[in-house]
């Protein structure tokens, strides 16, 4: 079974400072996509950015990066140079390549960060 | 300008009554998804679709059911609203593995009271 650990409920971040949000994930696939969106309070889902499980570099877009460790089973989003516009809810997501066609989209806790002026 | 719409955008609706939230989509993609999320917590699925004609329940069980007879098309209906069914209804669709994340629609925020 496929399974994704978000263990920050709520963070808080200083504008312009960087901020890291923690993803754990537990599969069997051999080959996964790890995704994160962002849900502001209007509710709709934002894409950020994604991670190929056989990617060898690190994906980044803009402001965003993410700190792919395989070993460890961890995909950890990096905001750096946060803006007000950055207080969000974030979540971290898992789509196995090899599992059922359907390529169901599995979707941590969510944290909830505050961008602070 | 979104690819995907989600209509209406809030509902508030009385215990019992018929209702059916809209999505469409402009992609062609294939996979569609319907995802439920109470407020500040994590989405869960509820109904997925291959294509035309295919539906199937997602993890979690929902009294809702769903119909596929276009692609661009995947209705959602409530046969009877209880205070319990009170959530944001989020669909979206995907091209599929790899790369393909999903787009989101806008979401339904539903209230029955």
């Known amino acids: 079974a496929q399974k994704i650990t978000q263990t920050q409920p709520g963070m808080f971040v200083q504008e312009k400072e960087a901020v890291t949000l923690d993803c754990t994930y537990d599969?069997?696939?051999?080959?996964?996509?790890l995704f994160w969106y962002k849900q502001p309070s209007s509710g709709e889902m934002i894409f950020l950015i994604y991670?190929?499980?056989?990617?060898?570099q690190n994906a980044t877009e803009g402001r965003y990066s993410l700190n792919f460790q395989k070993a460890r089973k961890s995909a950890n989003l990096v905001i750096s140079a946060s803006q007000l516009g950055d207080s969000a809810m974030y979540f971290c997501a898992m789509r196995g390549i090899r599992s059922s066609n359907t390529g169901k989209l599995i979707f941590g806790q969510g944290t909830t960060l505050q961008v602070k002026p | 300008e979104a690819d995907i719409y989600q209509t209406p955008r809030y509902l508030v609706i009385g215990t019992g009554k018929k209702i059916t939230l809209e999505c469409s989509q402009t992609m062609g993609h294939d996979k569609m998804y319907w995802y439920q999320q109470d407020p500040g917590m994590e989405l869960h699925l509820i109904h997925y679709s291959y294509g035309v004609n295919s539906t199937e329940k997602g993890d979690l069980s929902s009294e809702s059911t769903v119909s596929r007879i276009r692609t661009e098309h995947f209705p959602l209906t409530l046969e009877s609203a209880r205070p319990s069914h009170t959530s944001q209804y989020l669909c979206?669709?995907?091209?599929?593995?790899?790369?393909?994340?999903?787009?989101f629609g806008s979401g339904t925020r539903l209230t029955v009271v």
């Open positions: 599969t069997s696939d051999p080959s996964y996509g």
């Open positions: 991670q190929g499980s056989y990617d060898q």
């Open positions: 979206a669709s995907s091209i599929g593995p790899p790369k393909g994340g999903y787009t």
